[in-house]
């Protein structure tokens, strides 16, 4: 293991942490969907997990209008990557509520990558609007009201 955490910081690999956290009204599906979920990180390619812990699940008395209470628990993930459109294509995937980036200190991307990351965001933004689930609100200023 540490051979290849080695190996990747020398090949430029971003080395990060996802903290992950679930929240729902049984204890068991807290544990189960949270462990299967980063699980599923590890499978990308270009994503080499190395560190994974798992707070206790804890109970939360009203986490959201109309739940009386539920179980929360909370995963952080230390892996490295291969190059940031991946890092942002799992930050969108797998929801982490933060994220922490270790290494390299600066990193260079092509415009070509940066064009693919900002359509991949402008893509998910644009699946939520619709699903009715939000986007982008453009609302007229006044100045243009006035004209």
Do not use: C
């Not at 699940?57 to 179980?71: D, H, I, Q, R």
């Amino acid at each position: 293991m540490k051979e290849e955490i080695r190996k990747k910081k020398k090949e430029g690999w971003i080395e990060a942490m996802f903290s992950i956290e679930v929240l729902a009204i049984k204890e068991e599906v807290v544990r189960d969907s949270l462990s299967k979920h980063t699980d599923e990180l590890g499978k990308v390619l270009g994503v080499f997990v190395y560190e994974k812990t798992f707070s206790d699940s804890t109970l939360v008395k009203n986490p959201l209008k109309g739940v009386e209470e539920a179980y929360s628990q909370i995963a952080n993930i230390r892996f490295f990557v291969k190059d940031v459109m991946t890092l942002v294509s799992l930050a969108i995937t797998y929801g982490p509520s933060s994220i922490e980036i270790f290494s390299p200190n600066e990193k260079n991307i092509s415009m070509s990558d940066l064009q693919n990351m900002m359509n991949l965001i402008s893509g998910v933004i644009h699946q939520f609007a619709a699903a009715g689930m939000g986007g982008i609100v453009i609302a007229p200023s006044k100045s243009r009201e006035q004209k």
